[in-house]
């Protein structure tokens, strides 16, 4: 029942059982968090943005909506969500390549190697990477004006939660988003900390 | 210059040099391809739909648009689409479980397994299974209605192609998608064979 940090620019990860539930809380507002969740017996099982897709037939995944994973069986449960229930499943993690197309001369932190940093941080090794169910991201997809999708601001405020249930025994990871160019933690860029529960 | 067969239900690799083009013809019309496209030289850089969202801020890449890999190198630029230009980037390949939900009770052909012997057939093994350019596939997506999106019938007619030029020496590979229960493939779910030309 501890609330749990996810350090501003930093990252979590933590193991949960069938049947836990995990709260992850947007803090301070407009926090982007990368999420991802793989099995725990199997970590080449992992949640996957595209096969959810298809088990839902939806872009966004709402309360009630069960993610799936690369077997299709269902992994993370939406049981309650108190932001607007903005979140994204077609962007990639941000990377290394990223902030370097976007100017950056020096190294800048992201989510891929931030998955990688928490996995190691409880001595598990990531088999591949996966698209991440980017939490609080605001992506909007368009079908009028020729399928684009644009970077929007993401619109949870302080306080407001995800809540989710695990359907299998997994391994959980969390990225705060250190985007700092691009507007989608909120206009001001400013990366905070955000907190998560496993209940 | 020669014309390739990807056999209905069947499968077809090969490799391309930077420069080359590749012309996937739907021979008989109705048919969806599934295509994926790996770097040469390292073969966990594939062509990502996600970082391909990400650098067209669009769901479904057209002509002049460059699809990207999972370092965001450009590695298939679309010159020419005779087709209605409509083809898919949120759905998965079809696999074993997604047959064993549908009611098959036996194993049901699937383009998963299929890039697996389609790299097979040139001695390739693939590190991971991306998310496909799904080819002439129709999965319109809707932001009126909760994001909705569906399966629905392939568009292309008999003799239509896509032509795409390769950005970097890569490995592509073909699984003519073996889907007979839901009607992507047509109304008539008949699974025909397509042609490709390298040049």
């Not at 059982?17 to 970590?43: C, E, S």
């Not at 080449?44 to 096969?51: D, I, P």
């Not at 939806?58 to 992994?75: E, S």
């Not at 359907?167 to 700092?180: L, N």
């Amino acid at each position: 029942m501890t609330q749990q940090l996810i350090p501003a620019r930093g990252y979590a990860a933590a193991r949960m059982k069938k049947g836990q539930t995990l709260k992850v809380i947007n803090t301070y507002g407009q926090q982007v968090i990368d999420f991802w969740a793989f099995a725990d017996t199997d970590m080449t099982e992992y949640m996957s943005m595209h096969h959810t897709h298809a088990a839902l037939l939806k872009i966004i995944p709402a309360v009630g909506d069960t993610l799936v994973t690369t077997k299709r069986r269902g992994i993370m449960t939406i049981l309650e969500d108190t932001t607007p229930g903005i979140h994204d499943t077609v962007m990639p993690s941000c990377d290394r390549y990223r902030y370097q197309q976007l100017g950056c001369e020096e190294y800048h932190l992201n989510c891929k190697d931030n998955l990688e940093m928490a996995l190691d941080d409880i001595d598990l090794k990531r088999p591949v990477h996966p698209a991440p169910f980017n939490l609080f991201m605001n992506i909007p997809v368009s079908d009028v004006d020729n399928n684009s999708i644009s970077w929007q601001p993401c619109q949870a405020s302080a306080g407001e939660y995800i809540l989710m249930r695990a359907e299998i025994d997994c391994v959980v990871a969390f990225s705060s988003c250190p985007q700092d160019i691009v507007p989608i933690n909120g206009p001001n860029c400013e990366i905070v900390d955000t907190h998560f529960v496993i209940s």
